[in-house]
């Protein structure tokens, strides 16, 4: 049966970014560990240095889960509407 359908729509997954997703609480947890710098801009190549990333993909997402307490500058390609307010109102 489902030989006989045709497909209907748009699919983009042959284009669709292969995002990177971390939690605050991660990031929070590699600065208190001393392995991830609070002082630079933190990026892709920041979070697989500091181990918290096995390989980057095409950008990294910031999601919001837990908190964060430190001052940091992130460099990423999305993140979600508590992760910029949770960074927001520790100063970064």
């Known amino acids: 049966l489902h030989r006989r359908l045709p497909k209907r729509g748009f699919r983009n997954t ?14 929070q947890a590699a600065i208190n560990a001393g ?11 920041a979070l697989v240095k500091a181990g918290l990333l096995g390989r980057a993909k095409d950008g990294v997402k910031l999601l919001g889960g837990g ?21 927001e109102k520790a100063g970064g």
Do not use: Q, Y
């Open 35 to 45: 392995t991830l710098d609070a002082k630079v801009p933190v990026d892709v190549a």
């Open 14 to 27: 042959a284009f669709a970014l292969k995002l990177n997703e971390i939690n605050l609480e991660k990031v």
């Open 67 to 87: 908190k964060i307490t430190s001052k940091v500058e992130f460099s990423v390609w999305r993140a979600s509407k508590s992760a910029i307010e949770a960074v």
